[in-house]
C-alpha cells in the first residue's frame, strides 16, 4: 500500500506563483511514475504533469510553459511549481503515483486562482 500527501494549495491572484508538493510513503517500488491531476467544479479529472523514475517529463497543453514538474526520488516527493497562474487553473489537484498497473491518489490540495 501507498498513502500520498499533498499540500501546498491556497488562494494567489491571477499572474502569480503556488508551488505543489507531494510525499509518498508505504511500499513503494521502482520504476514508477509520478503525476499531478486536476479537476475544477463541474469537470472530469484531467492530465497536468507526469515524470518518471528517470525525470522524462509529459505536460497538458493547458500548462505548457508555466507548470513545471520534478521529483526527489530519495524523498518519495514529486513537485509541481505553477507560474503565471490563471483563474481557470483553479481546481483540486491530485497526485498520482503509478506502480506497474497499480495507481495510488492521494485526497487532493485545493488551488483558487481569484483577484
Known amino acids: 500500500q501507498v498513502t500520498l500527501v499533498e499540500s501546498g494549495g491556497g488562494l494567489v491572484q491571477p499572474g502569480g506563483s503556488l508551488r505543489l508538493s507531494c510525499a509518498a510513503s508505504?511500499?513503494?517500488?521502482?520504476?514508477?511514475?509520478m503525476g499531478w491531476y486536476r479537476q475544477a467544479p463541474g469537470k472530469e479529472r484531467e492530465l497536468v504533469a507526469t515524470?518518471?523514475?528517470?525525470?522524462?517529463?509529459n505536460y497538458a497543453d493547458s500548462v505548457k510553459g508555466r507548470f513545471t514538474i520534478s521529483r526527489d526520488n530519495a524523498k518519495n516527493s514529486v513537485y509541481l511549481q505553477m507560474n503565471s497562474l490563471k483563474p481557470e487553473d483553479t481546481a483540486v489537484y491530485y497526485c498520482?503515483?503509478?506502480?506497474?498497473?497499480?495507481?495510488?491518489w492521494g485526497k487532493g490540495t485545493l488551488v483558487t486562482v481569484s483577484s
Open positions: 508505504g511500499n513503494i517500488f521502482s520504476p514508477n511514475v
Open positions: 498520482k503515483m503509478r506502480v506497474v498497473i497499480q495507481d495510488y
Open positions: 515524470i518518471t523514475s528517470i525525470g522524462s517529463t
